[in-house]
């Protein structure tokens, strides 16, 4: 059975990091993309960054670019998420999901989410 278990959320001031990791098990880790996406109070639920099954092919929100960056570890069956120089406008649940293909873009369809973790940046 598919599990995404995320973890490494917290409270940071602006301006700090954080890396946030998710632990896959249940299905072959190595042939699925794996994606980001975060939810805030009141708002959708958005596509933050993606990443191919072997980490070549990398997809991220534009406003998270240059700050963010989306990693994985076909060994361990995680994939990761540093965030840096984090603003309150990313303050959300961030969750991580599995991709239905070797790729992970904001067009594409995700088939399973994690329970979510908590990232609060405050001013």
């Known amino acids: 059975q598919v599990q995404l278990a995320e973890s490494g959320g917290g409270l940071v001031q602006a301006g700090g990091s954080l890396r946030l990791s998710c632990a896959a098990s249940g299905y072959t880790f190595s042939a699925y993309g794996m994606g980001w996406f975060r939810q805030a109070p009141g708002k959708e639920r958005e596509f933050v960054a993606g990443?191919?099954?072997?980490?070549?092919?990398?997809t991220y929100k534009n406003s998270v670019k240059g700050r963010f960056s989306i990693s994985r570890d076909n060994a361990k069956n995680s994939v990761y998420l540093q965030m840096n120089s984090l603003k309150p406008e990313d303050t959300a649940v961030y969750y991580c999901?599995?991709?239905?293909?070797?790729?992970?873009?904001?067009?594409?369809?995700?088939?399973?989410w994690g329970q979510g973790t908590q990232v609060t940046v405050s001013s």
């Open positions: 990443i191919s099954w072997s980490g070549a092919d990398i």
């Open positions: 999901a599995k991709g239905r293909t070797g790729y992970a873009r904001l067009g594409d369809s995700y088939q399973y």
